[in-house]
């Protein structure tokens, strides 16, 4: 089965306004799988039901690190209901990675949270944007963050196109962190107005291909659409998205 998820967040008022009929229409769609952003007070048991229904796996979760500090039993118990045991931390606040010395501040926060996570069998793993690429003596961010990390503890979502707008090569970093990227967010790239904008698959200037041949001779598990700038409708991007990327997946 070709692991080709969404992520929610490019559909995001959609999904708020009705979540279980989007898992469906996803579903339909020929994702195999969803990457959720908030269940908009939806029962676990409702979530996983129509999940089952449709046939569609979850593809990992967004779970802000503060609910996973303060709140981790009850939010394992939801994701274990749900079928999900990837939990991944989308971002950053600015005092936790403003600085060298913040970032590993943080990198001992996300070892404690790793280590619990793992122990009760579930996977934990960090999503970047632009920010980790910024260099502190001779470092980036991101390799504070994963230099001084547990591989077990912390696992990478990389977002090819973020690293790319940094001009950092999403190949070498598959490659260097090769046994801790579980998913790669694959979404294109086009330049307006100096400006890096992401758009439909296809339509930009991203070696797509690549980025998922190096994953999938990595044993990267999950290959997640997503898209944050439009022209049109996001649900009508998400459909062309996931033509394309079969396209893609089967070169």
């Not at 009929?21 to 994702?31: C, D, F, S, T």
């Not at 394992?76 to 060298?100: S, V």
């Not at 001009?167 to 598959?174: A, C, F, K, R, S």
């Not at 200037?205 to 700038?229: D, S």
Request: charged share 30%.
């Amino acid at each position: 089965m070709r692991n080709i998820g969404l992520q929610f967040w490019s559909i995001r008022e959609e999904v708020e306004k009705d979540l279980l009929g989007m898992i469906e229409k996803v579903a339909k769609m020929g994702y195999t799988g969803i990457q959720f952003a908030g269940f908009f007070d939806h029962t676990a048991v409702e979530v996983k039901d129509k999940l089952v229904e449709v046939g569609i796996k979850v593809a990992g979760a967004h779970v802000q690190i503060e609910q996973l500090e303060n709140n981790l039993e009850e939010t394992l118990k939801y994701h274990e209901t749900i079928g999900n045991k990837l939990i991944i931390i989308p971002f950053l606040q600015k005092n936790m990675r403003t600085t060298e010395n913040d970032y590993k501040r943080t990198t001992k926060r996300l070892n404690d949270i790793g280590r619990k996570v793992h122990a009760a069998g579930f996977t934990l793993a960090y999503h970047n944007h632009d920010f980790e690429f910024d260099v502190f003596d001779g470092k980036t961010g991101f390799d504070i963050l994963f230099e001084n990390t547990a591989e077990e503890h912390l696992k990478i979502e990389l977002d090819c196109f973020w690293a790319a707008c940094t001009n950092n090569n999403p190949l070498e970093i598959i490659e260097k962190y090769a046994n801790r990227v579980v998913s790669l967010h694959i979404k294109d790239m086009k330049v307006v107005d100096n400006e890096h904008i992401s758009t439909e698959l296809g339509t930009g200037r991203l070696p797509l291909p690549e980025y998922i041949q190096k994953g999938k001779a990595n044993n990267v598990k999950w290959f997640i659409v997503e898209q944050e700038h439009f022209t049109k409708n996001p649900v009508e991007s998400a459909t062309q998205n996931a033509k394309e990327m079969y396209t893609i997946f089967d070169k």
